[in-house]
T-cell receptor
């Protein structure tokens, strides 16, 4: 079974500063990888995803993530954060096509609450 | 932006009462998931469907929880006898079939059991 670890539960950065949110996964094979964001009182919105190919993937609103097979990681980055980026960010993995019969459910990390200070 | 519609946004029930929430998946998405997100941001998979058929569900779901995705009607998740521990955000998500794996989530139903 796969698992996801987000080691930083709370992160505070100043507006305009760069951001990195860490994600490490445990899986016997390379899973499909996702970052979702959850704004207050809302559901989850997809930021970006990685299936294969270029290890750096671009997402919405200037976010990108880099997959590292050797480190079993999928860290999220943004060059310059805005106050509206304040939210909870979740890393998630699924076994994808290797579990087609079971619907490929996602496993989530516990999230990183980002606060962007003025 | 996701087009998964969940109703109601908020649901308040007393212990032992039934709680029912609905989900309209994104058009063209035959696969539907239900997750429970607790106050500690822990996600628990409850059940998933492909078209009207259950693909997988957890044991908890089989006892007090029931769910269905009838054709031409919203999907629903119902808790027969609510307990305080059921208080959570219930998220519905949908995706296309085949090898596509991206789940698109609704805004959730926040259930409070008093």
């Amino acid at each position: 079974a796969q698992s996801v670890t987000q080691p930083d539960a709370r992160v505070t950065v100043s507006e305009g500063a760069s951001l990195q949110l860490r994600c490490k996964y445990s899986s016997s094979v390379t899973p499909y990888l996702f970052w979702y964001v959850q704004y207050p009182r809302q559901g989850l919105q997809l930021l970006l995803k990685y299936y294969s190919g270029d290890p750096v993937v671009q997402g919405v609103n200037g976010f990108e993530a880099e997959f590292s097979k050797s480190n079993s990681s999928f860290h999220l980055r943004k060059a310059s954060v805005h106050w509206s980026d304040s939210a909870v960010y979740f890393c998630a993995v699924s076994m994808g096509g290797m579990q087609q019969g079971t619907g490929s459910k996602l496993s989530f990390g516990k999230g990183a609450k980002l606060t962007v200070s003025p | 932006n996701s087009k998964v519609i969940q109703t109601p946004r908020y649901l308040v029930k007393g212990q032992g009462q039934k709680a029912k929430m609905r989900c309209i998946p994104e058009k063209g998405h035959p696969v539907v998931f239900w997750y429970q997100q607790n106050k500690n941001n822990e996600f628990k998979f409850l059940i998933n469907f492909q078209n009207q058929e259950v693909l997988q569900q957890i044991d908890m779901t089989e006892k007090r929880f029931s769910a269905e995705c009838p054709s031409n009607s919203p999907c629903s998740l119902e808790i027969q006898s609510s307990e305080a521990g059921d208080s959570a955000l219930y998220l519905c998500a949908s995706r296309t079939g085949g090898c596509a794996e991206t789940l698109y989530f609704g805004s959730g139903t926040r259930l409070t059991v008093l």
